[in-house]
């Protein structure tokens, strides 16, 4: 597959290395000589200096015989001009754009981004996934990460296991005969920085972050099982009211009624307009660092604070004080890859990167075979995949003892009907099953094939 990235940034620079990883033909377009010195140096790609939605560059760049374009600058209008050309002078088949001024998605102007006006195929707002994934984390506390699939009857979960956890030092093939009605399978673990799929004799650790699939209706037990018993949050305190923490803020006041919660926003004339928009929530003007406005907030009495302000500065700094007066939860949104691992040694409890979110969705298109869903995590090391079955495709009528899945894959669940199976040997796949599977990146484009039609099927 050819693709031309437009904007080298962590985003295009992360897509383009997931791409060029797996063979893929991939051309990357930055005005910043900086970046393109740095892609060249990094990636076995063409790497080209100068703007994205120059009809001549893109032309050079291969345009022309492209079979995808991912629009990622800094600029919504550059992302926008960049798919215009490439459907109005090259025919692209594929054209995805980043797109952040949430102005441009209002539901009144849904007819922009359409064949007859700005031809864009996949429209991608991270502003918008990334308050939906703070959501899926507020929705269970003591998971660090949510991942819905099947229409939302499987969930894949991160835990950190702490000294409470019953199952430390426990082999995981024991798992089954101490919990037989449970229905969870564990699909991969995080020690020392590095993931990986354990085999049954693995056992888990005081200190793991540990990926594992349920059937949803099972969470609450599950979650017990692994030392967790938070209570959801009753009362929360948002800090930034940007696109980030407004998208939020409206989520919380739409799903879950009876909520408490406060918005803290540096702006005045920001903090006026979501005020304006919101019904229930109060919006306090301040500085988050203030400890005046955090007493106002009551954030001793909050049992979660969420900050997704600009600056991952600000953020880290003022969920620390949150937790210092005595809130008890704190999730953080860090724009900078430099403080990830540093945040598990700060007590932070959650932080979320904008730029996985934003690499899941454009997988989602990217990736070939019968690909429903996907969510890269452990920052590029793995992807958990809901693929659906078809009658020609090649496991159809095999069990899971009879597919030759590589190293490094693991089977979480199926999905069939309204049934949800944690998979056995035995268990034979069958067309209209919905597979939710955990494959590390080496192992993806052979999960690909594996769940694609066979071309002697046309």
């Not at 002078?89 to 952040?100: D, E, G, H, M, S």
């Not at 499987?154 to 030092?169: A, I, M, N, Q």
């Not at 070939?368 to 992807?383: C, N, P």
């Amino acid at each position: 597959m050819k693709v031309i990235v437009c904007g080298a940034g962590q985003v295009g620079l992360n897509i383009a290395r997931y791409l060029a990883g797996q063979k893929n033909d991939v051309t990357i377009i930055d005005r910043s000589a900086k970046l393109i010195r740095k892609v060249g140096e990094m990636l076995d790609v063409q790497a080209l200096e100068g703007h994205a939605s120059d009809p001549n560059l893109l032309e050079q760049a291969g345009l022309g015989d492209a079979d995808m374009i991912i629009a990622v600058t800094i600029s919504d209008e550059v992302n926008m001009v960049a798919c215009q050309i490439a459907h109005s002078l090259f025919n692209v088949p594929t054209k995805i754009a980043r797109i952040r001024n949430q102005s441009y998605l209002d539901p009144q102007w849904s007819d922009l981004f359409t064949r007859d006006n700005l031809p864009i195929d996949v429209v991608i707002s991270p502003e918008v996934e990334v308050a939906d994934a703070i959501y899926r984390r507020l929705e269970v506390p003591g998971a660090f990460d949510t991942l819905p699939f099947s229409d939302d009857k499987v969930r894949v979960l991160g835990l950190r296991l702490d000294e409470h956890c019953p199952v430390v030092e426990t082999p995981l093939r024991q798992l089954t005969e101490l919990f037989p009605d449970l229905r969870v399978r564990v699909l991969a673990i995080m020690r020392g920085g590095k993931l990986f799929v354990p085999l049954a004799d693995d056992h888990m650790e005081v200190g793991d972050g540990v990926y594992i699939a349920v059937e949803t209706k099972h969470v609450a037990r599950a979650m017990g099982v692994f030392g967790h018993e938070e209570e959801a949050a009753r009362r929360i305190v948002v800090i930034g009211g940007g696109a980030v923490g407004l998208n939020l803020a409206r989520r919380l006041e739409n799903r879950t009624p009876r909520l408490n919660v406060k918005i803290i926003e540096y702006d005045e004339e920001r903090a006026a307009f979501v005020a304006d928009k919101m019904s229930r929530t109060v919006v306090i003007h301040g500085d988050a660092l203030d400890p005046e406005i955090l007493r106002e907030a009551n954030v001793s009495e909050a049992e979660t604070v969420v900050a997704v302000t600009n600056e991952d500065e600000v953020n880290i700094l003022a969920t620390l004080l949150a937790k210092q007066n005595g809130c008890a939860r704190a999730v953080t949104l860090i724009n900078n890859t430099v403080y990830g691992p540093l945040i598990d040694s700060m007590g932070i409890d959650v932080h979320v990167d904008p730029r996985e979110m934003t690499v899941s969705t454009i997988l989602r298109h990217i990736r070939r075979g019968r690909i429903r869903d996907l969510h890269s995590i452990g920052d590029g090391a793995a992807e958990v995949i809901e693929a659906e079955i078809l009658e020609a495709s090649s496991v159809a009528g095999k069990s899971l003892r009879q597919v030759k899945f590589p190293r490094g894959v693991v089977v979480g669940a199926i999905a069939r009907g309204s049934k949800v199976i944690v998979p056995r040997g035995e268990t034979v796949f069958e067309p209209g099953d919905r597979v939710v599977v955990l494959a590390l990146t080496e192992s993806v484009k052979t999960v690909e094939q594996l769940f694609s039609v066979h071309l002697e099927f046309f």
